[in-house]
């Protein structure tokens, strides 16, 4: 038997509704829209409020997406969640999510490869699928950035927002879904793009509060130069590993980072960019988020149907960047089976029951 296609057929975000303007910035910090504009291409970026969290923006966009699938979060098989701005150290933010949608029987884990994070998790949830570990995979993008990046330093503080986007992958006999992808690094640059504190390095004390280890720290000269180098190249590698080339290519959704490395990805690849989806100047670059954020507004759009080839491209701190090709499938069952309510009520009473059910079980073990 032929290993079984793995299908992105659910999709879904979710953004804070704070918005925070270039204006607003240029009352926090020395800078102003015009400049902000014409170097990133960034109007505003959105803010998470005090109730908001990586965790709680990657379980509402995780519902929206299970129901757009039509799969109920009980039949998920593994929960891979991507972010740079985790809720702890340890437990990993997919567990939190895992008990946020009630997905009783996934496995759920974190992966940190900062900005290009959902493209690994494009491709390690298309070989859980492919090799037939996993049947029905959620992959998510969470960021709250807001909450490590030092608003006095204007350098960083104008490009990073806050978001969450999710798909959910299923396997399927019928072609289609990830055709390929290339994921790299290169650890040498790592200090280019760091959060330095906090971490067995340079544990949290005064010093590290003190010297501001845990704000986000970057060379944005060198981030560019490294950023408009690679680009071009994963997509074309991606595409090349499957005979294929940038004529089969209905819509290149580059990572959100800044306007005029995307405008030098397109050039480098010879691409035209009305065929590029950018949607950075509402939202900023939401990091691991901003892939299935800007898949979600290109789907609404009209801009990405079922049958359509896309390159989803990013590169991040790490060094990472990496490219995944993927032909478009939507869901694989029109039949409403999941009602929305019912999932959120599902959802919070499983969350209620395994905390019952912990503190029954330590209260009988203390009693033992
Ligand atoms: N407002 C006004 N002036 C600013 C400023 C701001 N927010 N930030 C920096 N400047 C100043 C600098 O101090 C510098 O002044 P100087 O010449 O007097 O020293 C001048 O503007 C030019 O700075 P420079 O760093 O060369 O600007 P740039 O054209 O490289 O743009 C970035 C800066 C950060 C926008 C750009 O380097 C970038 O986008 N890099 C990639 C970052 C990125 O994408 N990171 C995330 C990766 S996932």
């Not at 102003?32 to 990133?40: G, P």
């Not at 803010?47 to 965790?55: E, F, K, L, S, V």
Request: proline share 4%.
């Amino acid at each position: 038997m032929s290993p079984p296609f793995a299908h992105i057929t659910g999709w879904g975000m979710s953004v804070p509704e704070n918005i925070l303007t270039n204006d607003d910035l240029a009352k926090m910090v020395e800078t102003n829209d015009e400049w902000i504009v014409s170097r990133t291409g960034i109007r505003e970026r959105r803010i998470a409020g005090a109730d908001q969290t990586t965790a709680s923006l990657a379980a509402e966009a995780s519902l929206r997406a299970l129901e757009v699938a039509n799969v109920h979060p009980s039949d998920l098989d593994m929960i891979i969640l991507s972010t740079s701005s985790p809720e702890y150290i340890f437990p990993a933010t997919a567990c939190l999510v895992q008990d946020q949608i009630g997905a009783v029987k996934a496995g759920a884990f974190d992966v940190l490869a900062a900005c290009t994070g959902f493209v690994y998790a494009i491709n390690l949830g298309s070989q859980a699928i492919k090799s037939g570990s996993a049947s029905n995979v959620l992959i998510i993008g969470s960021e709250t950035l807001s909450r490590v990046v030092n608003w006095k330093d204007r350098n960083t503080c104008i490009l990073f927002g806050d978001g969450a986007g999710a798909f959910v992958m299923q396997a399927s006999d019928e072609p289609g879904g990830v055709l390929s992808a290339v994921l790299r690094s290169d650890g040498s640059g790592g200090d280019l793009l760091s959060v330095p504190g906090g971490g067995s390095a340079n544990p949290a004390s005064m010093q590290t509060l003190y010297d501001g280890l845990h704000y986000i720290q970057m060379n944005g000269r060198e981030v560019f130069r490294f950023a408009t180098r690679v680009m071009a190249d994963a997509t074309q590698q991606t595409l090349e590993s499957v005979n294929m080339d940038m004529d089969d290519i209905q819509l290149l959704i580059p990572h959100q980072a800044n306007q005029r490395i995307i405008e030098a990805a397109a050039r480098g690849l010879n691409y035209p960019m009305d065929k590029v989806m950018v949607n950075l100047d509402r939202y900023g670059n939401t990091s691991t988020a901003s892939i299935p954020i800007a898949t979600v507004e290109a789907l609404e759009q009209g801009r990405l149907n079922p049958g359509d080839n896309t390159v989803m491209v990013a590169f991040g701190g790490g060094l990472t960047w990496g490219a995944a090709l993927i032909q478009w499938s939507g869901p694989l069952s029109y039949e409403r089976k999941v009602s929305p309510r019912r999932v959120r009520l599902f959802a919070r009473s499983r969350s209620i029951f395994s905390r019952l059910r912990r503190r029954v079980e330590g209260f009988f073990w203390r009693n033992e």
